[in-house]
Nanobody, 128 residues
Framework: QVQLVESGGGLVQAGGSLRLSCAASGRTFSMYAMGWFRQAPGKEREFVAAINWSGINTVYADSVKGRFTISRDNAKNTVYLQMDSLKPEDTAVYYC?????????????????????WGQGTQVTVSS
C-alpha cells in the first residue's frame, strides 16, 4: 500500500512558476513509476507527465512539453513537477499517481488505469 500526498499548489500569474511535490509513504518508492495528471473544471482528468522507477525515462503531454519537468528523489520518496511559463489553461487540480513497475515508459503510462495509487490532489490556479 502506498499513500501519496501532493503539495505546492497555489495561485500564480501567467508566466510564473510553481513546483509541485508528491510525497509517498513506504520503503519501496523506488519500485514505482510515477505520473502526474490534472483535471480542470468541467473536463476529464488528463495525463501531464510520467517518470519511470529510476528517473531515467520521462514523458510529457504535448500541452506541457518544454514548460514542465518531472523528476524524482528516491531517497526522499518524492516526485516533483516543476511548472514554468504557466498559462491560464494550466489551471486544474493536479494529482500524482503510482504504479509498481520496472518497465520502460510506454503508452501505458499515459492512462489512468495503469496506476494503482492516487493522491488527493492539489489546486493550481493561473491568473491572466
Amino acid at each position: 500500500q502506498v499513500q501519496l500526498v501532493e503539495s505546492g499548489g497555489g495561485l500564480v500569474q501567467a508566466g510564473g512558476s510553481l513546483r509541485l511535490s508528491c510525497a509517498a509513504s513506504g520503503r519501496t518508492f523506488s519500485m514505482y513509476a510515477m505520473g502526474w495528471f490534472r483535471q480542470a473544471p468541467g473536463k476529464e482528468r488528463e495525463f501531464v507527465a510520467a517518470i519511470n522507477w529510476s528517473g531515467i525515462n520521462t514523458v510529457y503531454a504535448d500541452s506541457v512539453k518544454g514548460r514542465f519537468t518531472i523528476s524524482r528523489d528516491n531517497a526522499k520518496n518524492t516526485v516533483y513537477l516543476q511548472m514554468d511559463s504557466l498559462k491560464p489553461e494550466d489551471t486544474a487540480v493536479y494529482y500524482c499517481a503510482a504504479k509498481r513497475s520496472f518497465d520502460y515508459i510506454s503508452s501505458d503510462h499515459y492512462t489512468e488505469s495503469f496506476y494503482d495509487y492516487w493522491g488527493q490532489g492539489t489546486q493550481v490556479t493561473v491568473s491572466s
